[in-house]
């Protein structure tokens, strides 16, 4: 039985350790942060504890928060139909690849809604590589959008499938389900016309400079903890609740242009990163050395990144063959949600350890071989534009 102590130590030594070790390996904190969680599991610096397990569960609540607060509505008002349109096309194009390359490769039919998962967190992180006028990303991240809300309602239908079954128990949450959509467009639509009808209680709730209270923080964690009681009682997915809650603060208090670093300084700085070390911890290494599992990790991870290829050739009106390419990869890596939703599926018994590990495996494959291929793609591009 590992010491809490040695938990607590050996988290914030991670936490402290990993930017400084990222900057040196040029490889994205997330998936060094699993791997030393790892390795600290591993080496018997950190194991089960119900509360780092509580902990960590918080800290992925947060991290789904966190992803709905990249979402704003307004964008989709701002956007071209047709950009909307072909956006909608290409993610539908990703699912029906997803059901034949798991009727190919006789995945199991959980892999059907895993393939073609979308997540913009690691999206946002290739702003820190490109223009902010760059086509690509932006259109990554407009459509990554619509693809997440799209990921995160599958999260959804799938954790109520895997807890309850095919069965009455399943139906009702459904109907709970589509009765919590109704009333959040409800919701959105009546918060839309209340701001329009007095525009100055917004920045009454959320003021635009002086804020000694720090109410913007105060007014995002009561939504995200009430969202999570909503979900609680309508025996839903939390995940879903706290993208929610996320999406209604980055839409409705989108001047607040320092909220969103804000909570993701928090979050990131903190929550965030103890669910990846958890994450890591429940990974045993010498399962690396189980018989195929890193040739089916490696199976999963170009399985997911093939698809998106071959869904991006829906977006060749508008965007170059180099475009596409970036694009594809920009979508390869969602990495939080594969975890997710392998997590939810293996405490669920949906799938066994050996699936579960490869799942952990393919999300770090994913973001390093993308994070590598981008950087390689965008030197030889501009090598390409020099000569």
């Not at 293996?346 to 390093?368: G, P, W």
Request: with cysteine; proline share 3%; charged share 15%.
């Amino acid at each position: 039985m590992v010491s809490e102590v040695s938990i607590i130590v050996t988290i914030s030594v991670i936490i402290f350790i990993s930017p400084y070790l990222s900057k040196i390996l040029n490889i994205p904190t997330t998936p060094l942060e699993i791997v030393l969680g790892s390795l600290a599991g591993y080496l018997g610096f950190v194991g089960y504890n119900h509360l780092f397990e509580l902990i960590s569960e918080v800290g992925f609540f947060y991290l789904m928060f966190l992803a709905g607060s990249e979402v704003n509505l307004n964008v989709f008002q701002k956007e071209d139909k047709t950009t909307l349109q072909l956006g909608l096309v290409y993610i539908s194009i990703l699912y029906v690849l997803s059901f034949l390359v798991c009727m190919a490769l006789d995945f199991d039919n959980i892999f059907i809604v895993m393939l073609p998962l979308i997540s913009i967190g690691l999206v946002v992180t290739l702003y820190k590589e490109f223009d902010k006028d760059t086509k690509w990303l932006n259109l990554a991240m407009t459509i990554g959008v619509m693809g997440e809300l799209i990921s995160i309602v599958a999260l959804t239908v799938t954790g109520a499938t895997l807890e309850h079954g095919i069965g009455v128990e399943l139906y009702k949450s459904l109907f709970y389900l589509a009765f919590f959509l109704l009333l959040i467009a409800l919701v959105f639509k009546l918060f839309r016309l209340l701001f329009w009808w007095y525009p100055g209680l917004k920045t009454y709730l959320v003021p635009i400079y002086s804020d000694k209270d720090e109410k913007d923080i105060r007014l995002s964690m009561a939504i995200f903890f009430l969202m999570i009681a909503v979900m609680l009682v309508l025996n839903l997915e939390i995940a879903f609740g706290a993208f929610i809650a996320g999406v209604f603060i980055a839409t409705f208090f989108e001047y607040k242009k320092d909220l969103p670093h804000k909570l993701s300084t928090f979050g990131f700085g903190f929550l965030v990163p103890i669910f990846f070390v958890y994450i890591g911890s429940t990974f045993d290494i010498d399962a690396l050395f189980t018989d195929g599992l890193v040739l089916r990790a490696l199976l999963i991870t170009f399985s997911m990144i093939f698809i998106r290829f071959i869904a991006a050739f829906s977006l060749r009106s508008i965007l170059t063959p180099y475009e596409g390419i970036y694009f594809a990869l920009a979508h390869s890596m969602p990495l939080t949600l594969l975890i997710a939703i392998a997590t939810l599926a293996f405490h669920n018994n949906s799938i066994d350890q050996f699936a579960y590990f490869s799942f952990i495996l393919a999300s770090l494959f994913e973001v390093i071989i993308v994070m590598v291929g981008i950087k390689l793609l965008h030197k030889f591009e501009n090598k390409k534009s020099f000569l």
